[in-house]
């Protein structure tokens, strides 16, 4: 059950967004403003146009989404109703505060405030490529699927050159992330503003 569940998780998360997209449904969500160029008067400036804010918050709402769903899916897998959990560290694990943990995962600066401010900064000052900010065409699929290759080749070799190339810049920014002798999913997410 947990197998099929977790096939289940990146297409609930990605379920609003597409619905959104599906047949131009986000023209009855959204106002006409936020995403059609000839009705953004307000959008406009000295050079140009900036993106509507209809994209952006379609991806903030993934995010919101993806959070929920990976959330849930945790919760489920540590209450055991997918099944017998399977202790890996058979002795010297901590117990395990659930609540405290999401309510210490939920609150980290790196998270939700960090990235908000990438997104929307990126997003509204145009800072992409102006295909990025298009909603003509629909979904490729094939770019799609490149662009998390790359985004995590991308975090792999961030990651590694982390670990070896200055071990001063390894104790300033990384070495929090591996404080924990015991990991679990949340601490995957907490190491420091700086690692971020």
Same mark, same amino acid.
């Given at each position: 059950m947990a197998s099929a569940l977790a096939y289940l998780l990146w #297409?609930? =998360?990605i379920s609003l #967004?597409?619905?959104l997209t599906y047949n131009d449904f986000y023209k009855q969500v959204f106002p006409a403003s936020w995403y059609d160029l000839a009705a953004r008067d307000?959008?406009? !400036?000295? *050079?140009?146009v900036y993106p509507s804010p209809c994209g952006l918050t379609l991806g903030i709402i993934a995010v919101i989404i993806g959070q929920i769903c990976v959330l849930t899916f945790f919760c489920s897998y540590k &209450? @055991?109703? /997918? @099944?017998?959990?399977?202790n890996i560290q058979k002795e010297g694990a901590p117990t395990y505060d659930l609540k405290a943990s999401m309510i210490h995962h939920l609150s980290q600066p790196e998270g939700f405030v960090m990235l908000g401010a990438y997104?929307?900064?990126t997003w509204m000052f145009g800072l992409m490529p102006s295909s990025y900010y298009s909603? &003509?065409? @629909? =979904? !490729?699929?094939?770019? +799609?699927? /490149?662009? %998390?290759?790359? +985004?995590?080749? %991308?975090?792999? +070799? /961030?990651?590694r %050159? *982390?670990?070896?190339?200055?071990?001063? =810049?390894y104790r300033a920014s990384h070495k929090p992330h591996?404080?924990?002798t015991n990991p679990k999913l949340f601490d995957a997410f907490d190491g420091s503003p700086a690692d971020t």
């Open positions: #297409p609930a =998360i #967004p597409l619905a307000f959008w406009h !400036n000295s *050079e140009g &209450s @055991g109703t /997918m @099944g017998k959990l399977l997104l929307i900064g909603f &003509s065409g @629909g =979904i !490729n699929w094939l770019h +799609v699927a /490149m662009q %998390l290759l790359i +985004v995590d080749g %991308l975090q792999y +070799v /961030m990651h %050159l *982390e670990h070896d190339l200055d071990k001063r =810049i591996h404080r924990y």
